[in-house]
């Protein structure tokens, strides 16, 4: 017997969820510290011409094939190409989704820890400059125990919010976090820019230096603009599954990126004024928001206050990104083996408990890559994954649109909910075609200078 698939609610709720699977910590922990360390403008602009020309269409051919065949990414990818060998592009995102979850509910832990710091007043005494926050963050990260203790928490309730299915459990936290999320960093942005010395940090963000942009920059720019929107492992595939014909996908994938994009560039104003105008170092690496946000809490009136609600707030961000992640592999076993979604999503987000528990001791000196690498796990789980995983994944998915499936059948999709929608074929066609070349050209580039 098959159950009636999982629907959206509303629009709204589906575009909200959405942006809360793209609105990470993709945007808040990880583009402002990679862009302090390659070279800020520069590495924004490379950031925002990836969205516009990578994300784009392949964020539309995601939603697309997830609605078009009601299924998650292996079942997608098999069902519309008619043959076994494009499954494996499912695959590839199934494995990317246990890899990502790894290290990402690592950080998601951290978020937690960091909440309850800033309920116990612990950032109070801290002053701008000073070696104490990054001493705090070195000695919780340092310790055994406790990292794998928030970790396991985050999982938790990821497993919990997913068992409960798409409309009580994604979407109705999504509707509640996003709006409080935006409305959190406004304040923060505006507490920002009117610091003195808040210049600086606007200008390193906004006005590229070139020189500082390396090759490495621009491939951990294009493998960003993959992860902060999601991308290259079948979540929006996924999400845009319980999708019924009457959607716009056109306008809610514009709608998510612009919120994606926007909120990735106000956590930068927040952070870079600070950092500038309190004389940090902007490439002070993954550490940034856990280690110069602190000390700025201080400063502002009700700063304590303030700090709680930022760290719960990126804590929430992270959780809405997670459980589509979750999602992922979730829906792949409810799919394709049949199973029920309480028993997929226990056991499946307890063994991604289990080896992010792992990464999360790579941290602390228990790593178990040492004997070979001074690498640690959990670098290796995030490299791998924003860097070849998802582009490769998003690279094979145009691909899949272009030769397999078909550009006038992707059109077709589209016209679903936007009746006059009219494309010619052949522009279409040359976005992806571009899409491809970009991302192919850069993902070589990397391997070869990784190997030589
Ligand atoms: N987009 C999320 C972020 O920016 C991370 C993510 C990657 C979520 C891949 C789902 C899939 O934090």
Redesign the pocket.
Known sequence: MTKAREQWGTRIGFILAAAG???????IW?YPHMAGEHGGAAFTLVYLFCIIIVGLPILLAEFAIGRKTQLNPVGAFWTLSGSKAWKWVGFLGVAAAFI?LSF?SVVGGWTLKYSFLGLSGAFNELLPGSEAASQMYDAFIAKPFEPVLWHLIFMGLCILIIARGVKSGIERWSKILMPLLIVILVILVIRGVTLEGAAAGLEFLFKPKWGDLDAGGVVAALGHSF????LG?G?MITYGSYLTPKSDLIRSSLAIIVLDTAIALMAGIAIFTAVFAFGQDPAEGEGLIFVVLPTLFPQIPGGSFFAILFFFLLFLA?LT?AV??LEVVTAYFIDEKGWDRVRATFLFGGVIAAVGAVAALSMSGYNILAPITNFTFFNLLNVVSYKYM?PIGGFLTAVFVLARWGIPQFIEELKYGLPGFKAPVAVVAAFFIVAAIVVAYIIIQEIVAVVS
């Open positions: 699977s793209a609105v990470g910590l993709g945007n990880k990502i990402y992860f902060t929107i999601s492992m979540a992270a990104s589509s992640i998802l």
